[in-house]
């Protein structure tokens, strides 16, 4: 029987999605299963709402030694740039704390101080949760449901991209690990300018590491890509395959009409003075065939060294 | 320093809600935490839109040794359970799985279809998802968020029971161990017959057991309960002491003013001939003082008997 370790995780994704079967589409549907959020239509003249679901797993995300308020953070701030992948802003928040009965109540607030902190920060409430416990010795878990919204005409997919496209790439990759996947600031309001001024074909977030989400983008857009590995902004004292492989940059993998980019540059630097971006390669006719590297969540190889590392 | 286990559920919960704050009401908030789900107001005129995410995780809401189809059928019930006890049905689903690497595919697959099936059974739709990988040796957790919708003018909270209101309750309680904890059917048909016919003042599931649930529904409605104990419709082969505190029934517990009730009763067993509907107590004036009893998921005693029943 085939495990989960055989098996990455887009294949599993891919298997879970056929698995619902060619259902007739649901109530409102515009964009399902596949895309950083579902976008739906709840019958608003302009906007789509986004939803989005997400957790994040003691041992496998953060560390148990990690402060509830950086745990917090990080739950949430995963979620709102999913939003910001889309074109979208986060409204309301559902949270779901799943503990063993042992921790300390002063922890799971000082958790509920980090969501909440990184929730107002970008516009959002928390308008309920759950609690729940696991057994003793189970590991601890944080998952996040929200709404969002995006403005019908700045709705960007992954599928968007078109051969000849440039890629470009917020901020710098790698080196997550020290910090930057607990306290990274998910780029909303970077994603809320592109939209208006520059209209990205295509747009995700990265979470798992260049390497496997470049390709996602490229296969979703139907389409092979050129990566110049030269040009990956890299993290200070990063290598070029910790800039691909590490994940949880959390910037944004953006792909441009090349007809459309003139002026970007510096007008991206006059708004955005403190942050990179960078024109990393392109999207090109063919089809689209993975690197390696990146995190998979199930891949036998990767469980080996649990806990020690940040995962998207 | 105080550990979950030394708190209950409800306790836990109010002093997470503290610890939101006094935040500026989010966008479109109608109804936060505290309720079966949050309500928010998307811009639909004669609607409002629901929110609610839950969880089970194994060993502690099933049994590793259950069907996949079964645990994704509850997964998915629970919270149509809840849209149900707003006077709402649920419209799009989104799914989180987080198990260890070395869990077969195709029991995951097999939860897919359970959960599958239970969204198309009650009209929703599973719109996106998430998988993660926990530890080896971690415990495998199913989370569900989803929105619903209610008509606005049928909406029915916990908090809106008067004094002198007739409790009733649909179904038999207790024994839900013995398998019905997996295959219930929400009572989504029994809510929109009563919303639309005979508008309960309040209502909600019953997840914990009536001891626990009970004295929710009166303290949020600010108010005190008589219960009629030899009224309890008890599940065959169940004591009074079960119908109150084994849990996870998922029927509803209904207030009903006591001058609205002429014709109820027999024009639900014309509606539901097979689905009982009881008059077991009434709101009185006063403060609410919880019964012992019910499933408190963090309590110390409770947590003796990991893995063994059935935890709503």
Redesign the interface.
Known sequence: ???????G?DA??A??VE???A?E?????VV??GDD??V?D???VERW?L???????E???YAAATSGERVGWKAVARVVSDFAAMGGTP??L???I?????????Y??SI??GL?RCA?SF?????????????????A?I?I?G?GWVQKDQLVLRSGGEAGDVVFVTGRLGGSIQGKHLDFTPRVEESAWLVEHFKPRAMMDLSDGLAQDLPRLAYASGLNYRLDHEMIPRTAGCSVDAALQDGEDFELLISMPSNKIAGLDSAWRERFPDLDLTAIGSLIPGKCSPLAGGWE????ES?EE??ASP?G
Chains 1, 2 share one sequence.
């Open positions: 029987m085939k495990r989960l370790a055989d098996i995780e599993l994704i298997s879970l698995e619902l079967g259902s589409p649901s109530e409102g549907l399902g299963p959020c579902a739906i709840v019958g608003d709402q939803l989005k679901t997400d957790a994040i797993v041992g496998v995300h409204s309301q559902l949270v779901t799943a503990m063993p009965p042992n921790r300390e109540l002063a799971v607030q509920y101080r909440q107002r516009g959002a409430g928390i308008c309920g949760g759950e609690t729940t416990s696991v057994p003793d010795g189970g590991c878990m998952s449901a709404t969540h199930f891949r036998s469980s649990p806990g995962r």
